[in-house]
Nanobody
Framework: VQLQASGGGWVQGGDSLKLSCAAS????????MGWFRQAPGKEREFVSA????????QYADSVKGRFTTSRDNAKNTVYLEMNSLKPEDTAVYFC?????????????????WGQGTQVTVSS
């Protein structure tokens, strides 16, 4: 499956952004979809995950209450709505798909990755 993330940009602290990740070439509604991010000089870290039905979600503590992930299986798209953005949210954001584990939160559990979209939050 191919994944294409979009929607990143430059915003000020407290602003909102909504990322999208469009999937093609696979059976989208079979995948758990995750969002990860990587800041310069840091390891890739888990942000959120969502199972195929949208009935299970998981968030990193650092984004709970501010970020929401959702999906539209008819459009083969997963979203990450980010509110109350902080400078520490600055990173490249990646979407990923996992077919073998429903409750996947670690990067190694995801087989497919998008190219990433840059999010920059200024103070």
């Amino acid at each position: 499956v191919q994944l294409q993330a979009s929607g990143g940009g430059w915003v000020q602290g407290g602003d909102s952004l909504k990322l999208s990740c469009a999937a093609s070439g696979g059976t989208f509604n079979r995948y758990t979809m995750g969002w990860f991010r990587q800041a310069p000089g840091k390891e890739r870290e888990f942000v959120s995950a969502l199972n195929w039905r949208g009935s299970w979600t998981q968030y990193a503590d650092s984004v709970k209450g501010r970020f929401t992930t959702s999906r539209d299986n008819a459009k083969n798209t997963v979203y990450l709505e980010m509110n109350s953005l902080k400078p520490e949210d600055t990173a490249v954001y990646f979407c990923a798909a996992a077919s073998r584990l429903i409750y996947a939160t670690a990067p190694r559990e995801y087989e497919y990755w998008g190219q990433g979209t840059q999010v920059t939050v200024s103070s």
